[in-house]
C-alpha cells in the first residue's frame, strides 16, 4: 500500500535534492546553472537529476532545463509541514493541535516560518507589541483576558482608532479591575458604533490574535487548556493568512456575547 510513498520519501530524504527541487520552483534550470547556483559538483547535481526525473518529480524539457512535473510542484507544497512539525517536535511532545478542523491541520505548514515565544511574561508583551503596531484591526480569540492586555488594547482602540472584533468562551475569566476600566471608557459606545465587536464560544482550546501583518498562535497542552506561555509568531504572510482564516472560521460559528457567563476574578 505505502510502496510508492516508500519512494518518493527516500528520494526526499536528502538535502541536496530537496535543494535542487526548491530552486526548480523558481523555474527551469539546466545543469550548470544548478549547480552554480546552489554551490554543489556537476557530477553531484546531475547524479541527484536523474533521481529525480526516475521518481517523477522533475522531468528534462527539449532545451536541456529541468522543471518540476505537476506531482513535483504538489509534492513540495507538502514539506513545509513536515519542516514545521520537525522543527517543532519537541513542543509538540506535550502540545495538541486541540480541536481544529481537519482543514487547517492539513495547511499547518502555514505555520513554519514560526518564532517560538516561551514564558508568561514574554508572551504578554508580544500580545501588548502586536496591539500597539496594529493600524487598522486587531483579531483575538483566546480563553481569557489578564488586566495588562485589556489596558492596552484600550488604549489602542481609543488612540488609534483601530476596529477590534474579540472572541471568547463562556466561563472566561475577566479580571473585576477590567470591568471598571470598560465603563471609563464608555465600551458601550464602541459597542454601539461598531469600533468593537464581540461574540461567544463554548470553549477555547486553540488562541489566536492578528493586526492587518502580524499573527500569533497559541496551542493546547496535552492536558487540555490553551498554553498561553508558549506560543507560536510570525509576519509571514501565509502564517498570518491561516491566522486570519482560523479566526474567521471560529467567528462564523460564534454565537451572540452574553456578559453573564463570563467570570469576574
Not at 145 to 159: G, Y
Not at 178 to 196: N, Q, S
Request: with cysteine.
Amino acid at each position: 500500500m505505502f510502496d510508492d510513498s516508500e519512494e518518493v520519501f527516500i528520494e526526499l530524504a536528502n538535502a541536496q535534492r530537496l535543494d535542487i527541487i526548491h530552486k526548480l520552483r523558481e523555474g527551469g534550470k539546466n545543469l550548470s546553472l544548478l549547480s552554480k547556483e546552489l554551490k554543489y559538483t556537476m557530477q553531484e547535481v546531475h547524479r541527484n537529476l536523474n533521481r529525480l526525473t526516475n521518481a517523477g518529480l522533475i522531468e528534462k524539457n527539449s532545451d536541456g532545463t529541468f522543471v518540476l512535473t505537476t506531482f513535483g510542484n504538489t509534492i513540495i507544497t507538502q514539506i513545509p509541514s513536515i519542516s514545521f512539525l520537525s522543527r517543532n517536535k519537541s513542543y509538540f511532545s506535550d502540545h495538541t493541535f486541540g480541536d481544529i478542523p481537519m482543514k487547517f491541520v492539513q495547511r499547518i505548514g502555514a505555520l513554519n516560518s514560526c518564532t517560538l515565544i516561551q514564558g508568561l511574561v514574554a508572551v504578554i508583551e508580544k500580545i501588548k507589541d502586536l496591539y500597539i503596531h496594529s493600524n487598522e484591526y486587531v483579531y483575538g480569540m483566546i480563553p481569557q483576558v489578564p488586566l495588562d492586555i485589556m489596558e492596552t488594547i484600550l488604549s489602542v482602540i481609543q488612540n488609534q482608532k483601530i476596529k477590534f472584533n474579540y472572541i471568547l468562551p463562556k466561563q472566561a475569566l475577566i479580571p473585576k479591575r477590567g470591568r471598571e476600566m470598560l465603563k471609563e471608557v464608555k465600551y458601550i459606545d464602541l459597542l454601539k458604533t461598531g469600533t468593537v465587536e464581540r461574540k461567544m464560544i463554548d470553549v477555547v482550546k486553540v488562541g489566536v490574535i492578528l493586526n492587518e501583518t502580524t499573527g500569533l498562535v497559541m496551542f493546547p497542552s496535552t492536558k487540555g487548556d490553551t498554553d498561553m506561555s508558549n506560543v507560536l509568531y510570525s509576519s509571514d504572510v501565509l502564517f498570518h493568512e491561516w491566522c486570519q482564516d482560523f479566526f474567521r472560521y471560529n467567528w462564523n460559528k460564534s454565537r451572540s456575547f452574553d456578559e453573564e457567563q463570563l467570570r469576574v476574578v
